[in-house]
């Protein structure tokens, strides 16, 4: 068995539920050093601290328990059902049922859509279990076919193989559907963003509709397939303008347009930053700026500041007095805080008052562990401008 000890003063954080061991703060390795292997952990004064899974990359362990037990089909068994347990009330069929750490299978997500579910393994000791990950879905989900998505746009620690394809039971179909707070969405979990829909901003979709005044002129702006600007047509808005450059998530936002039986979306296929530079038509009474993952590691997070600043220095001359600005961050080193520092300094020296209406966080399916700060990613600020 592989060993690794920790350093001094170490060991409190795995005590406490923290899953990460990185590379620094290992003192020593005892065996072989292989990617993906079950370790036992170690405080520097031979304390056992648990088991994890091995790696040589900077996190040098991820933890999968602070007992001494097997890591076994049961094992897992008992993660999923205790996942799927929490999500049992308040819910539709479709929804994120494992959310990697915070729910003790770091690196794993699930999202089932109906009696499918398309799943992301993200290192390799996960990859390597996939197994024992699948009957246990099986087991506790009783799904009619389990559709894997690991063929994840960003980089992650360990080296693994972007494996897209069936990993159980039939293919799902080219099109699922979705139903939240009343509308319904087209998904393609084999090709679509993810795992095809970004079940997180449920909550914020909700937000937005209370936000949006009956005959207003919105703009969703990174609008993927219209989760935004579908809510506050709902709302009554008189026009939403919804922009995507992705042309296959403009093509599927039209469709969700057509299945609601909506006319009063437009959906753009075109840059944010070209359009707001050439926009000369009337100002919008909100704007919802929701784009994708701008930084990775705390060193970006001045050049992060930048852009959010950027984002929103291109909408303010479009906005309406009095109107709404919403400015999302799904990326954990933007925190609520550079999105207020960053709506300040776009704002800085107008003259203007930003009155914060509400700031939305992930949806309870995606839950947020007081002990792993990485847990929350998602958050928005919503202001009034006037």
Known sequence: MLIVVIKSNREAKIINGYPNIFRDEVRAIEGEEEDGAICNVFSQDYQFLGKGYYSTSSVAVRMLTTKDEEIDYEFFNRRVKAAVKRRATGFSDSLRVIHGEADALPGVIVDRYGDYLALQVRNKGMERSKEYLIKALVE???????????????????????????????????????????????????????????????????????????????????????????????????????LDKDEESVLLGRENVLLNGFKNVEFLHTRYEDYMSSYAGPPFDIIVLDPPSLIKKKEEQKKGLQIFSNLVSLAKPHLKEGGVLGLCSCAYQADVDLLISALRRAYDQSGKSLQVLGITYQSEDHPWVLNIPESLYLKCIWVKVY
């Open 140 to 242: 506790n989900l009783h799904p009619r076919g389990i559709y894997e998505r690991s063929d994840f746009e960003s980089s992650v620690a360990d080296v693994i193989s972007r494996n897209v394809g069936l990993l159980y039971g039939e293919v799902p179909p080219d099109v699922l559907y979705v139903t939240e707070h009343g509308i319904k969405y087209k998904v393609d979990i084999k090709k679509g963003q993810k795992t095809g829909f970004f079940f997180d901003q449920r909550d914020s979709r909700l937000f937005i509709r209370s936000l949006t005044s009956p005959q207003s002129l919105a703009l969703d702006a990174f609008a993927f397939t219209g989760g935004f600007a579908l809510n506050m047509a709902a709302a009554n808005a008189s026009k939403v303008i919804a």
